[in-house]
């Protein structure tokens, strides 16, 4: 059973920093897009970072210039490190994953459990 495990939000002042992580947990043959989405109080669940398999990183107008999206693909291991933070940034934070586990040919979707980031101003 394949799942996503997600961690480093946590509570910090507007102008702070924060690191995210997501890994699979599981046997995984192959890895294609992952990405960082978030959902704020009484909104709808938004994009913020695309890493695509072999392609270019894209981001959320709203976290450009602050917000970095990579990977390590010998771990398989995405990152998303959030610089100047803003009070609009609080939000749970969502990996989503494109992959092919071991027990499969199908490409399957899956979602992290979510991390809070809370940021204060």
């Known amino acids: 059973q394949v799942q996503l495990v997600e961690s480093g939000g946590g509570l910090v002042q507007a102008g702070g920093s924060l690191r995210l992580s997501c890994a699979p947990s599981g046997s995984i043959f192959s890895i294609n897009a992952m990405d960082w989405y978030r959902q704020a109080p009484g909104k709808q669940r938004e994009l913020v970072a695309v890493?695509?398999?072999?392609?270019?990183?894209t981001y959320a107008d709203s976290v450009k210039g602050r917000f970095t999206i990579s990977r390590d693909n010998a771990e398989n291991t995405l990152y998303l490190q959030m610089d100047s933070l803003k009070p609009e940034d609080t939000a749970v934070y969502y990996c989503?994953?494109?992959?092919?586990?071991?027990?499969?040919?199908?490409?399957?979707?899956?979602w992290g459990q979510g991390t809070q980031v809370t940021v204060s101003s």
């Open positions: 890493s695509p398999s072999g392609g270019t990183t």
């Open positions: 989503h994953a494109i992959l092919r586990p071991y027990s499969t040919s199908a490409w399957l979707t899956y």
